[in-house]
């Protein structure tokens, strides 16, 4: 199963490039920089004289993988799903990736959705997001512009909407949210959803029109650090209309239930 | 830890062993003798004169059993207590050793603004390689702190006790006098903490509620009230056992530079009185200070006297100094504890006849749980200390079997019994945003009560509050208020960002004020973290019905939800900070400048 796996590491630059920064080099302006660039008197309408030292607007990275699983069943593969973001209070570039390695037993990646999103805040707890996203994987690829909002609902679901829009004239929705339920302070069971929906068919990633798929997943982790989480669990798969039809022309079936077993992890 | 440290001079990293070597300086000498008596000039732990000359240095420190960096000065963390005398002028040459921008700030005292001591503020700052001196003249007495005001190094160690002596008789005489400087340590670079903050506020808690809470609280309360209480939490995305952060799953709790384990002591004999000046050097802890055995006489507050209080225990916020006098008789050890607010841990030291003695370490107390009142809702839940608590408190109110156990004075202080207020305009018209999570619609007057944690104790133990504090000294300035200024308190936890008024430092300009006006300070906390709001060289008189007698402080802490106000007058021209203490709030915005104006202007 490791030596499946591995080949799809590749699929992951950006979080591997974050992997190997050691986290100060994660965070960028030293306030200390500010002196030498010899900041007028009128810094901050004259609240700061000699130059700014209350570094409030310091840019920030994260780097999250949610899911960096294995999924076992009918043929077995891997899945990630991660996320990072880059800026400071105001300005994000998100990175939002995910992908399945061997899904279909011949050693090819599919379902590869990576969005570049810019990110600001309209609210207490929700972001607007616009940006692009690519389908790259070993399928037809495609190319979307994207608009959506990420956040905290109300009773901590963390909430992710965003709508799709292809050069060719199709339009998507997905939709992903999760809930961190604490059974004790490390033991932590998380419940998953994602929906996909689409409005035309799109044979050359076997989508068909309507809802496409849900996923779910229910992990139950344990936070040896907050940055290192081994989990298990299981992930539930329903495919619909026209992208059921297509999957059960090349074989498979509507519906896909496996154990996962995986590990969460921070940089 | 008991180890001496080792030589002091190997090229720019040294060793730094704790304060070990203070505690058995201190042992070494004569017995009858106050304690700064017993160390001489030449001790680096304390020094004494009107000529200092401090070194800040990037050193291996070890305070948790790992081999990590600090920021020593003289090579100690803490820093060398410096004694001053009133009406003297001093000197402090401060050489910065360090890789990065420095600036000392001389926590508390009144001093022209180029010599506070705040990068970018009042001076350009103390670059490496460099010595800058500081020069004026000491115009007050008491107990006070300095620290490093740049960046995340005061968190690292870049911390020392301040004793100025009092011209004349010394109001407090005692037979020994110790300073206790409480901090916390933490391995590695504070800006991944600010770093995780960012990304996950909670990321320290492991206090927080569970599935094991929730069917406690269903046995105590019914599945009803704690699906409902749950409910409201939810509702408003907040957590209420977020009571600080970080916690000790990050920190180590030093008493004068020592972990709990290295045990530092402070020597008596029975019948002796003993001073402790307890100093809160933390970046973020506030502690429960309390010596099992003895009570403690408050006698001192922020460098001023006051009119002694007794109490069995006292909450001492971020950057605040409180001395306090104890008598012990008995010839036995007593534990000085000191619990963080949140449980999570605790600094501990001992005062004992005899070095190599100790005393039992008591239970902490239960963590304390944010309630409705904190949130300026206290009609939500009128008895309500907190679910989860393992006291005689339900979800809702104390439990009827257990009503005739609890006090009647206790249950007036219930936080859901606290005084309403009414939110000034300036808060009413606050609405919430990117970088406001809730208005606090209902402040409340919480003077009288400890704080969360401690309030439902006070008819088990006196715990100070802030309406104890007299001052024994009446105020100066009698005129009353010629305006007054409102600052609400604001932030939103969920993305770490902190301000006032909605803003972050960056993102406003000044405070403008007259040289020797006389104005009212109002705050009103609309976030539910404590903020130790300090600020720098005038002092803030706390209304708290005490007349004249009003308490000089230089830092106040503002519970959730509270509101209180203070009288101020500006002591001298120039870019005064007005901040909030905790070091990971105040470099998340909470930060103002109070520009201090001359009066022709």
């Known amino acids: 199963m490791t030596r499946r796996i591995l080949p799809a590491l590749p699929a992951l630059p950006a979080l591997a490039l974050f992997a190997a920064m050691p986290a100060q080099a994660q965070i960028f302006g030293d306030s200390g920089a500010f002196f030498g660039s010899g900041l007028g008197a009128d810094t901050l309408q004259g609240a700061s004289p000699y130059g700014n030292l209350i570094a409030d607007d310091r840019v920030y990275m994260h780097g999250i993988l949610n899911q960096n699983e294995g999924r076992f069943g009918d043929g077995s593969y891997y899945r990630w799903s991660g996320q990072a973001w880059i800026g400071n209070d105001y300005n994000r570039l998100r990175l939002r990736t995910e992908g399945r390695y061997n899904s279909t037993n011949n050693g090819k990646v599919d379902d590869g959705q990576h969005e570049l999103l810019y990110e600001r805040p309209i609210s207490t707890y929700f972001d607007l997001q616009a940006g692009v996203r690519a389908d790259i994987d070993d399928g037809t690829g495609r190319t979307w512009a994207a608009l959506g909002v990420q956040g905290l609902a109300i009773g901590f679901w963390n909430v992710a909407v965003t709508g799709y829009a292809s050069n060719r004239g199709h339009f998507a929705l997905r939709t992903d949210a999760a809930y961190d339920l604490y059974l004790t302070q490390r033991l932590v069971l998380q419940p998953q959803f994602e929906t996909n929906w689409y409005t035309k068919d799109d044979a050359g990633r076997g989508v068909g029109a309507g809802l496409s798929d849900i996923d779910t997943g ?5 936070d040896i650090s907050r940055k290192f989480s081994p989990y298990i669990g299981v992930a539930y798969q329903h495919f619909f209309g026209g992208t059921a039809r297509m999957r059960r022309e090349e074989g498979g079936q509507a519906d896909d239930l496996r154990f996962l077993v995986g590990l969460r992890a921070w940089f | 830890m008991t180890d001496q440290p080792t030589a002091p001079q190997l090229g720019r990293r040294r060793f730094v062993q704790g304060a070990a070597a203070l505690g058995a300086g201190l042992a070494s000498g004569a017995l009858s003798r106050p304690a700064f008596a017993l160390t001489g000039a030449a001790d680096p732990s304390v020094l004494s004169g009107t000529r200092f000359d401090l070194t800040l240095d990037r050193a291996a420190v070890n305070k948790t059993g790992t081999e990590d960096w600090g920021n ?9 207590a410096l004694r001053w005398r009133q009406g003297d002028v001093v000197t402090l040459n401060v050489t910065n050793n360090l890789p990065e921008l420095t600036g000392i700030h001389w926590h508390g005292i009144i001093l022209p603004n180029p010599m506070d001591g705040v990068p970018g503020l009042a001076f350009p700052g103390i670059q490496p390689g460099e010595t800058f001196t500081y020069r004026f003249p000491v115009v007050q007495s008491g107990t006070y702190w300095y620290h490093s005001h740049m960046s ?8 020392g006790a301040l004793i100025i002596e009092p011209e004349g008789q010394p109001h407090i005489q005692v037979d020994r006098d110790y300073v206790v400087v409480l901090s916390d340590w933490m391995d590695g670079s504070p800006l991944v903490v600010q770093n995780n903050l960012k990304q996950m506020s909670d990321y320290y808690n492991f206090n927080r509620r569970t599935l094991g809470s929730f069917v406690s609280d269903v046995n105590q309360s019914g599945l009803g009230m704690t699906v409902a209480e749950r409910a409201r939490w939810a509702n408003m995305r907040m957590d209420p056992s977020g009571i600080t952060q970080p916690t000790a799953a990050l920190y180590t709790y ?10 530092w002591t402070a020597l008596f004999r029975p019948g002796e009185s003993v001073r402790l000046r307890f100093i809160n050097a933390s970046a973020i802890t506030y502690y429960d200070v309390s010596i099992p055995g003895l009570e403690m006489d408050v006698v001192h507050v922020h460098g001023n006297d006051v009119v002694p209080v007794t109490v069995d225990q006292l909450r001492i916020p971020v950057a605040e100094t409180y001395d306090v006098v104890v008598r012990p008789r008995q010839d036995r050890a007593f534990t000085i504890f000191a619990q963080d607010m949140e449980r999570s841990g605790f600094a501990r030291g001992t005062l004992a006849p005899r070095m190599g003695m100790s005393a039992p370490v008591p239970p902490m107390d ?3 749980m944010r309630t409705m009142a904190d949130m300026g809702k206290p009609g939500m839940a009128p008895d309500q200390v907190a679910a989860s608590h393992p006291d005689r408190t339900r979800i809702g109110g104390i439990m ?22 009414e939110a000034p305009p300036e808060t009413q018209a606050l609405k919430p945003g990117v970088e406001l999570q809730f208005v606090a619609k209902t402040p409340t007057d919480r003077l009288d009560l400890p704080g969360d944690g401690l309030d439902h104790l006070m008819g088990q133990r006196r715990i100070l509050t802030l309406a104890d504090l ?6 100066l300035d009698k005129r009353p208020p010629t305006r007054e200024i409102v600052l609400n308190l604001t932030g939103n936890m969920h993305r770490f960002i902190w301000g006032f008024d909605g803003k972050k430092f960056t993102e406003v300009g000044p405070i403008d004020v007259t040289l020797g006006e006389r104005f009212r300070l109002r705050f009103v906390n609309n976030t539910m973290m404590s903020h130790p709001i300090h600020l720098h060289g005038m002092w803030m008189e706390l209304e708290n019905d005490h007349g004249e007698h009003r308490p000089y402080l230089h830092t106040i802490n503002v519970k959730p939800s509270q509101q209180l106000s203070l009288l101020v007058t500006p002591l001298a021209t120039g870019q005064w900070p007005l901040h909030c203490h905790l070091l990971y709030h105040f470099e998340a915005g909470m930060f103002r400048t109070l520009r201090v104006l001359p009066r022709s202007a």
Do not use: C, F, W
């Open chain 2, 400 to 421: 009827p079997s257990k009503m005739g156990e609890v006090p009647p004075e206790e249950r007036a202080r219930r936080p859901g019994r606290a005084r309403r207020t």
């Open chain 2, 254 to 263: 030093l008493m004068n530079g020592q972990p709990p384990s290295a045990n």
């Open chain 2, 470 to 475: 007299r001052s024994v000294n009446p105020g």
């Open chain 2, 366 to 368: 239960p963590a304390p």
């Open chain 2, 152 to 159: 995340y190094q005061e968190q690292k160690g870049a911390y």
């Open chain 2, 72 to 80: 020593t000065i003289n090579g100690g963390i803490p820093g060398p």
């Open chain 1, 218 to 222: 229910l992990r139950l982790r344990y």
